[in-house]
C-alpha cells in the first residue's frame, strides 16, 4: 500500500494537490477538515462539538479525529493506499495512525511536507477565505491563530517522521503543476526503492 500523509501549514495546497494525487496513484483521500466541516453541515453532535474549535482557528480534540480516521480505514479495505491530509496535526495523532495502520498490517509510506512562506500563506488563505467563504479563512487573527498553532503544536510531527527516515521537503511555491511534479516525482522515487 502507498499511504501518504500530506503535510503543511494552513494554506500550503494540500487539499489540491491531494485531489491530484489521489487521480494518479488511485489513493482515497482522506481530510479531516472536509470530515469535520460535513459533520458540522449535517449538524451532529460531533460536529457542534468541533465547530467551537474550528471558529476560534484551534484544534479539535485528538480523539475525536482519530476516531473519524479510524472508521474511514475500515470502511475502505481495499484500496491501494490513503492521502492523509490534514491529519496528523499532532505527535499523539501520528502516534495513533501508526498503531492503527499496523492493526491493519500497513504503515505510513512517506511524510512530504509542503513548505510556503508565512506571508504567502495568509495571502492564500485570505484569498480562498474570499472565494469559497470559509469564516475561518476570512479574519487574519484566526488564521495567524491557525499559523501558530501550526508552528507548536504540528510542525513537532516533522521529526517524528523525521527518525523513522520518512519525511521529503518538497517548495510548495510557485505553480500548482510544478509543485505537483516535485510530490509525483518524490512518490515515483519512493516506488522505485519499493
Ligand atoms: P483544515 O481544513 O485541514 O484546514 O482544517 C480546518 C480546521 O479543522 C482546523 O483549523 C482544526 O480546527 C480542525 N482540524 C482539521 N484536522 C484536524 C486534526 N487532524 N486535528 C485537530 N483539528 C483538526
Known amino acids: ?17 491531494s485531489e491530484r494525487l489521489i487521480e494518479k496513484y488511485g489513493l482515497v483521500h482522506l481530510s479531516t477538515g472536509d470530515l469535520l466541516r460535513a ?20 484544534l479539535v480534540p485528538d480523539e475525536i479525529v482519530i476516531g473519524m480516521i479510524r472508521s474511514k480505514l475500515r470502511l475502505n479495505p481495499e484500496s491501494k493506499g490513503f492521502i492523509f491530509d490534514g491529519f496528523p496535526r499532532t505527535v499523539a495523532q501520528a502516534q495513533a495512525l501508526d498503531a492503527l495502520l499496523l ?3 500497513t504503515s505510513i509510506s512517506v511524510m512530504l511536507a509542503l513548505e510556503v512562506e508565512e506571508e504567502e500563506l495568509v495571502e492564500r488563505l485570505l484569498h480562498r477565505g474570499a472565494v469559497s467563504g470559509r469564516a475561518d479563512d476570512q479574519d ?55
Request: hydrophobic share 40%.
Open 1 to 17: 500500500m502507498l499511504n501518504i500523509v500530506l503535510f503543511g501549514p494552513p494554506g500550503a495546497g494540500k487539499g489540491t494537490q
Open 103 to 105: 492493526e491493519f498490517d
Open 140 to 194: 487574519v487573527s484566526i488564521i495567524e491563530n491557525r499559523i501558530h498553532v501550526y508552528n507548536t503544536k504540528t510542525a513537532p510531527i516533522i521529526e517524528y517522521y523525521a527518525a523513522q527516515g520518512k519525511h521529503i521537503e518538497i517548495p510548495g511555491s510557485g505553480q500548482i503543476e510544478a509543485i505537483f511534479s516535485r510530490l509525483a516525482a518524490a512518490v515515483d522515487s519512493l516506488c522505485e526503492v519499493e
Open 39 to 58: 459533520e458540522i453541515a449535517a449538524r451532529t453532535e460531533l460536529g457542534i462539538r468541533a465547530a467551537h474549535k474550528m471558529d476560534r482557528g484551534e
